[in-house]
């Protein structure tokens, strides 16, 4: 049960709903300029405090490309699928992704990884969901608005999960 506590986040990962129950999200800032091209969700996740960007070191990001090289999964990853993999290594991170080629240096390095909907089960009781774009926040969430959309933001229990 020794979970460990911060998740790196690939682009997909952010982009989808259950991320909010995680203790601690980062990205790298590959993954960051990915997700802006996308979305402009980015930056207000940022400034609420839900995601952090940090950057991988060199180091790290060597031993993603030489383990990724050994492989032959080099040329299936993008500069962000390389730092996500680097920052996962550097602090010990879950990393959170549904990429196979991804998940697949990741199991060469050792990383843990989770797909993207893991978070989902293990979300608590009570969650609270905008009710505009239903995308879940964990209860602690202090604001009264989805940072988001701007929804209002109700609390709901997860009455489809098993109870424990
Ligand atoms: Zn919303």
Do not use: W
Not at 15 to 26: I, Q
Not at 61 to 66: A, H, M
Not at 87 to 94: N, Q, Y
Not at 106 to 133: F, M
Request: charged share 25%; aromatic share 6%; proline share 6%.
């Amino acid at each position: 049960m020794a979970r460990r506590s911060k998740r790196v986040l690939d682009a997909a990962a952010l982009l989808n709903s259950s991320f909010f129950g995680y203790e601690e999200a980062l990205i790298p800032p590959a993954v960051a300029s990915e997700i802006r091209s996308r979305s402009h969700v980015l930056d207000a996740l940022v400034s609420s405090g839900m995601v952090s960007i940090k950057a991988p070191p060199e180091g790290a990001k060597r031993r993603v490309v030489k383990a990724a090289e050994r492989l032959g999964e080099l040329n299936k990853l993008s500069e962000a699928d390389v730092e996500a993999l680097a920052l996962a290594l550097e602090v010990k991170g879950v990393l959170v992704t549904d990429d196979f080629h991804v998940q697949n240096v990741a199991r060469a390095l050792g990383i843990e990884y989770e797909p993207v909907t893991e978070g989902i089960r293990e979300e608590r009781r009570y969650v609270r969901i905008c009710r505009n774009c239903g995308r879940k926040y964990p209860p602690t969430y202090k604001g009264k608005r989805c940072p988001l959309c701007g929804g209002p933001l109700v609390y709901s229990s997860n009455s489809e999960l098993p109870s424990t």
